[in-house]
């Protein structure tokens, strides 16, 4: 775009379609958008792990341009940054996580949601391997529990938090049930 040239707000199009099954996931994946002169921004939402999403922009100019562009969101997670710990499969007991890097000062845990993926197919296996729904017992520390599971199995653990002052953060650990 030249200078002067700005993005026509009512003639701009964003979609979002899950690459393997075609469906729309919009409204699942992208948050929001906005306009500003020249930028588009697209806030992400959430995502699946392991899905693929196809993300494509259509703008309209005041110099009368159409301009496209296309990129492809993979939900992934890069083991090496990964928090782990093990278990023996019959133990049973409350994890911790500590959210007081990421909070704004005086802000605080206000909701709370813990999901439990089985890495080895991907299937939501929370009620499986989660107890209960986790317990807040600070304003930035989450407590879940978990169940027993079988001996070889990997789990990714997500919990996420809601704050006082609307922000949204999500942190995973890898679960490994081992017989030792």
Same mark, same amino acid.
């Given at each position: 775009?030249?200078? *002067?040239?700005?993005?026509? #707000?009512? *003639?701009?199009?964003?979609?979002?379609?899950?690459?393997?099954?075609?469906?729309?996931?919009?409204?699942?994946?992208?948050?929001?958008?906005?306009?500003?002169?020249?930028?588009?921004?697209?806030? +992400?939402? *959430?995502?699946? +792990?392991?899905?693929?999403?196809?993300?494509?922009?259509?703008?309209?100019?005041?110099? /009368?341009?159409?301009?496209?562009? #296309? +990129?492809i969101l993979y939900i992934r997670r890069?083991?090496? /940054?990964? /928090?782990?710990?093990?278990?023996?499969?019959?133990?049973?007991?409350?994890?911790?996580?500590?959210?007081? *890097?990421?909070?704004?000062?005086? /802000?605080?845990?206000?909701?709370?949601?813990?999901?439990?993926?089985?890495?080895?197919?991907g299937s939501d296996a929370t009620a499986?391997?989660?107890?209960?729904?986790? +317990?807040?017992?600070?304003?930035?520390?989450?407590?879940?529990?978990?169940?027993?599971?079988?001996?070889?199995?990997?789990?990714?653990?997500?919990?996420?938090?809601?704050?006082?002052?609307?922000?949204?953060?999500?942190?995973?650990?890898?679960?490994?049930?081992?017989?030792?």
């Open positions: 775009m030249v200078p *002067d040239e700005e993005i026509i #707000e009512e *003639d701009t199009v964003v979609t979002c379609i899950n690459v393997e099954t075609g469906v729309d996931t919009k409204a699942e994946v992208i948050s929001s958008e906005e306009l500003s002169g020249q930028n588009i921004k697209v806030v +992400l939402r *959430d995502g699946v +792990l392991g899905q693929a999403h196809k993300i494509e922009t259509k703008i309209h100019t005041t110099l /009368d341009n159409v301009l496209e562009q #296309e +990129l890069n083991p090496v /940054d990964q /928090d782990r710990f093990e278990k023996q499969p019959s133990e049973e007991y409350s994890i911790g996580n500590n959210f007081a *890097d990421e909070l704004e000062p005086g /802000d605080s845990i206000v909701s709370h949601s813990t999901l439990a993926t089985k890495e080895a197919d499986t391997v989660i107890k209960g729904d986790g +317990l807040a017992d600070t304003q930035v520390h989450l407590h879940v529990g978990v169940f027993s599971s079988f001996d070889g199995e990997y789990h990714l653990l997500e919990m996420r938090v809601v704050t006082a002052m609307g922000y949204k953060y999500a942190k995973q650990v890898t679960m490994i049930t081992k017989e030792r």
